[in-house]
């Protein structure tokens, strides 16, 4: 299995890419098939149950507002999220939506949506079952469908094999652990970034993996820009105040070009700003997760505003390091908060971040393992308890500290050898029974952790 970097960084909207990304895209799966065996005309009535982490916690992390959108024929990267909470409100108050953009249904989301806060399906937390009946209420076709982290999404015929976007491709350097990927280095003289882009380069030209690329570091960029230009209250019921405005305005006032510590807060306010957006709704970057969608960026901005000889050609060095380390994480572990808590979502994000950063402050490939190992290390045992089931608390300081801790990492590594006693492989194996040993209620159900002791204070 070979995880390109267009996978694991997907443009989407907020709050979060396994609840929010993945139901809208199993949603508009859903609508597909029902036109590809030619029914969709023939639908009547259309049920949406959600099991698990998204039947706990789906109204708080807009899962039920991702499946509507679906429905009617949005896709995650396509999706206006300026209009998004308009259409949903029309969808309700008209009890109707417009079935795979192609013909009206009715539809009342308070009946049509059943979110089972008890019960899971067998092979993932967050399980779906869509169906539809025709006029005389016959079941003309079920379809169940997991969100598996990171936007990623396999339906019933999926389990156990690959989903569309990771299907088996011959590449030129193919690698399944870190030992691995270290010996291709070895015995290339090759970067992490250059073994993933030569196996980019199987899908699509080193043009348009460049472009690409910095297309998604523009959409990360336009993120940091609305996130530090708006202020206000962010949607949900907490009444989290944004920050990053005000921050922002801070220090442009007290900006000291030789403040280093100066230089760190400017590092926090873009993670700030990344995740404030995400918790509106706002359109951002899976990273690996819309959890921990800012700290890539906040590294990514403090390499390009702070490091001095910084240029497009390390962006694409960096997203491609990134995308060489989150795809171990993928593979060996996982990126789902719901499955091994926020230590995969935050977690795999800080190692990607501190990995990448690492190659291109001229790291070698084993400083870069280094880098990544320690980003890890020290989020092992990370749960993920929203409070009220929404992506603000602690998640959005969480990424800013993410973001420090990857910088951290970076470099230590590249002031050391690379030589170290536990490696990222093991690491990642550590993470892994970690989030299997984990209670459930430290895994995004919102029913532990400060998501509980809040609500009681």
């Not at 999404?153 to 193919?174: C, F, M, N, R």
Request: hydrophobic fraction near 40%.
């Amino acid at each position: 299995m070979t995880i390109s970097a267009f996978d694991l960084f997907k443009i989407g909207i907020g709050p979060s890419s396994s609840h929010t990304g993945g139901p809208m895209t199993a949603a508009y799966l859903f609508t597909e098939l029902l036109r590809s065996d030619a029914i969709l005309d023939a639908v009547r009535r259309v049920r949406v149950d959600l099991f698990g982490s998204l039947g706990v916690t789906g109204h708080g992390h807009g899962t039920v507002k991702a499946v509507l959108l679906g429905l009617e024929g949005e896709q995650p990267h396509l999706v206006d999220p300026t209009t998004a909470d308009a259409r949903v409100a029309d969808i309700g108050a008209g009890r109707s939506l417009n079935l795979g953009a192609e013909r009206r249904i009715a539809f009342d989301p308070a009946a049509d949506v059943v979110l089972h806060r008890g019960q899971r399906l067998d092979y993932h937390t967050n399980g779906m079952r869509f169906s539809a009946y025709s006029a005389d209420c016959e079941l003309v076709r079920t379809r169940e469908y997991f969100s598996v982290g990171g936007g990623f999404v396999l339906d019933e015929d999926q389990i156990g094999s690959e989903t569309a976007a990771l299907k088996p491709v011959p590449v030129s350097h193919p690698f399944g652990t870190a030992d691995q990927l270290l010996e291709i280095c070895r015995s290339t003289g090759w970067s992490f970034s250059d073994v993933v882009l030569a196996n980019e380069m199987s899908w699509r030209s080193r043009d348009d993996v460049r472009t690409g690329l910095l297309e998604i570091w523009s959409v990360m960029q336009d993120t940091i820009r609305r996130g530090t230009t708006t202020g206000g209250i962010l949607p949900g019921g907490l009444s989290v105040r944004r920050r990053a405005e005000r921050q922002r305005q801070l220090l442009e006032k007290a900006d000291d070009p030789n403040d280093r510590l100066g230089t760190m807060e400017w590092v926090t306010l873009f993670a700030l700003a990344v995740n404030e957006e995400n918790a509106a709704g706002g359109r951002v970057v899976t990273a690996p997760t819309n959890g921990a969608a800012g700290i890539i960026p906040a590294v990514l901005k403090y390499y390009v505003d702070f490091v001095p000889g910084a240029d497009d050609d390390g962006v694409v060095r960096f997203l491609l390091a990134a995308t060489a380390i989150g795809s171990l994480f993928k593979k060996n572990a996982s990126i789902s908060g719901a499955e091994v808590g926020c230590q995969g979502e935050v977690g795999s994000a800080c190692a990607m971040a501190a990995g990448a950063l690492a190659e291109v402050l001229g790291g070698t490939p084993e400083q870069v393992e280094n880098a990544a190992e320690i980003g890890i290390e020290h989020n092992l045992g990370l749960t993920c308890d929203p409070v009220g089931g929404l992506v603000q608390i602690p998640c959005i300081e969480r990424n800013a500290v993410g973001a420090m801790k990857a910088i951290t990492a970076a470099r230590m590594a590249v002031r050391g050898d690379g030589q170290h006693h536990v490696s990222l492989d093991v690491a990642i194996k550590t993470m892994r029974e970690t989030g299997a040993d984990m209670m459930d209620k430290y895994k995004e159900t919102a029913r532990g952790g400060l998501a509980l002791n809040v609500v009681e204070c």
